[in-house]
């Protein structure tokens, strides 16, 4: 009698063991499709639910992450689904303590990096820059040749490196000379760094080999060292030396924010891609210099502030 009694508990504990099964995967299945439908995710996206466990900021709901992959490229992201699986939720979980945007900028070293603007000033624009890819080339312009007119005397522009190697074979080089030209001078090195966005054909040339083009860097670095008077000894052997150490952080570091593509553009930590318009350059400074509590410049020729 007590062995029967065993292996008729044993069947029930399986049965209930295969119907908790049946019921989690027709909930995930719910779930799946309710995400799929909401956030517009293609079939060729994987979109796998992870197991749940309590919520420790909200009663009745379990935590859930969802991971979504395509490929090697993964993403998580977590959601609420109620414990009677009939509502499930998005929340974004943020700590009201801490300025994410200062926290980005906290994580970016300028030091010995060139600047142009106004030195003090509170709002700082960081443009991870490739010196070869003409939307870089693009932004370069509307920035110095647009923008920075109304907005010159109070936001400071700092430029660091993140070259394409992949698709631009000398914007590596590039960046390491005009690296050596910042050691010693910021007017040689923004000199040189004007000159290459303007001119990037007058590196490239007509199928010029890439060994031809790289010298022509050099040249030019060493050109606009002389302009401005650095020690030639130092430049010339900086040059030839081209050491990644710097550039390998800058990528690094580029990276580590999210940055995979140029121009990316970080605005007292707000970031901005791509060779946008001057309008919507000018639009994230008005709102820097207002969160900072600086006056907004009125467009160039209105006369006063704003």
């Known amino acids: 009698m007590m062995k029967r009694t065993f292996v008729l508990a044993v069947l029930l504990c399986l049965g209930c063991s295969a119907q908790q099964s049946a019921d989690s995967k027709d909930l995930n299945r719910r779930m799946e499709r309710q995400i799929r439908a909401t956030y517009k995710i293609p079939g060729y996206v994987g979109v796998d639910i992870g ?4 919520s420790t900021d909200f009663a009745n709901y379990d935590k859930v992450t969802v991971t979504f992959s395509r490929g090697e490229s993964k993403q998580t992201h977590d959601f609420l689904v109620a414990k009677d699986g009939k509502s499930l939720l ?13 926290e980005v900028m906290s994580k970016i070293d300028t030091t010995g990096r060139p600047w142009r603007g106004a030195k003090d000033a509170k709002v700082t624009v960081i443009v991870y820059d490739d010196f070869q890819c003409p939307f870089c080339t693009r932004m370069h312009q509307t920035l110095f040749n647009d923008v920075m007119k109304t907005y010159g005397d109070r936001v400071k522009v700092i430029y660091k490196d993140y070259p394409l190697f992949s698709i631009h074979p000398w914007a590596g080089r590039a960046a390491i000379n005009s690296t050596c030209l910042a050691d010693q001078s910021n007017g040689a090195y923004w000199d040189f760094a004007d000159y290459v ?11 010029r080999p890439v060994e031809n083009q790289f010298a022509e860097l050099d040249r030019l670095t060493m050109e606009y060292g002389k302009k401005h008077s650095v020690d030639l000894a130092k430049l010339e052997q900086c040059v030839k030396a081209q050491s990644m150490t710097k550039l390998e952080a800058a990528v690094k570091e580029a990276e580590s ?34 969160d900072a509590g600086e006056p907004i410049p009125l467009q160039a020729g209105t006369g006063g502030q704003r």
């Not at 197991?51 to 309590?54: A, E, G, I, N, T």
């Not at 979980?93 to 200062?102: Q, R, T, V, Y």
């Not at 318009?277 to 207002?290: G, I, T």
């Open 90 to 102: 998005s929340v974004t979980k943020m700590d009201l303590e801490k300025d994410p945007f200062a």
């Open 197 to 207: 966005h303007a001119n990037p054909k007058a590196v490239s040339g007509e199928k």
């Open 51 to 54: 197991p749940r466990s309590s």
């Open 257 to 290: 924010l999210g940055v995979n593509s140029t121009p990316a553009m970080f605005i007292n930590g707000m970031k901005l891609e791509g060779a946008v318009p001057a309008a919507e350059f000018r639009s994230m400074l008005d709102q820097a210099l207002k």
